[in-house]
T-cell receptor, first 116, second 111 residues
Framework: NAGVMQNPRHLVRRRGQEARLRCSPMKGHSHVYWYRQLPEEGLKFMVYLQKENIIDESGMPKERFSAEFPKEGPSILRIQQVVRGDSAAYFC??????????????FGPGTRLTVL | GEDVEQSLFLSVREGDSSVINCTYT??????LYWYKQEPGAGLQLLTYIFSNMDMKQDQRLTVLLNKKDKHLSLRIADTQTGDSAIYFCAEKRGSDYKLSFGAGTTVTVRA
């Protein structure tokens, strides 16, 4: 019974390149959340997706960042033309249903992005 | 600044109790959580408390909630070396699904 899986675990990019982060939710989960953790800060919500739909992207930077959760395959967080300030740990979480009550979000191990 | 605040570091002797404190600002918070993050790993939910409760105990963990002061604490009894980790306080507001996290408290257990 695998948990939330993220890959790669570590990603190094040079300024201007693209970063693509993948998240496979737990089996049976159709809700995915992306959070970003900057050094010495807490996790900040970025985006909430269901299959083929973006529900809330209020935490996403307006430019260069995009997310998708296709019908088949993992959720992808894409960062175009990366800058040094994008260096952070990116965590994905999934839930079985929309967590309006206490439906728990299960977190993956994160992808640590370093921009040189 | 952060909506959820925690002290950054705590050092405790093995076998003693650890107390990690957290303050939050939103009175509409419904659920408050404690997550544990070990090096290189994701976040593990340790425990949570609903806002109409004052206390919750789960084995070595005790959560205290003071709604008036918007203060949350996590007590770990008989702290072990395996408890060394970063502990995050998080809140969920109203019927929202987003979690708002503090910056995390790094707990170091010394022999």
């Amino acid at each position: 019974n695998a948990g939330v899986m993220q890959n790669p675990r570590h990603l190094v990019r040079r300024r201007g390149q693209e970063a693509r982060l993948r998240c496979s939710p737990m089996k049976g989960h159709s809700h995915v959340y992306w959070y970003r953790q900057l050094p010495e800060e807490g996790l900040k919500f970025m985006v909430y997706l269901q299959k083929e739909n973006i529900i809330d992207e209020s935490g996403m930077p307006k430019e260069r960042f995009s997310a998708e959760f296709p019908k088949e395959g993992p959720s992808i967080l894409r960062i175009q033309q990366v800058v040094r300030g994008d260096s952070a740990a990116y965590f994905c979480a999934s839930s079985q249903t929309r967590t309006s009550g206490n439906n728990e979000q299960f977190f993956g191990p994160g992808t640590r992005l370093t921009v040189l | 600044g952060e909506d959820v605040e925690q002290s950054l570091f705590l050092s405790v002797r093995e076998g003693d109790s650890s107390v990690i404190n957290c303050t939050y600002t939103d009175s509409s918070s419904t659920y408050l959580y404690w997550y544990k993050q070990e090096p290189g790993a994701g976040l593990q939910l340790l425990t949570y408390i609903f806002s109409n409760m004052d206390m919750k105990q789960d084995q070595r963990l005790t959560v205290l909630l003071n709604k008036k002061d918007k203060h949350l604490s996590l007590r770990i009894a008989d702290t072990q070396t395996g408890d060394s980790a970063i502990y995050f306080c998080a809140e969920k507001r109203g019927s929202d699904y987003k979690l708002s996290f503090g910056a995390g408290t790094t707990v170091t257990v010394r022999a």
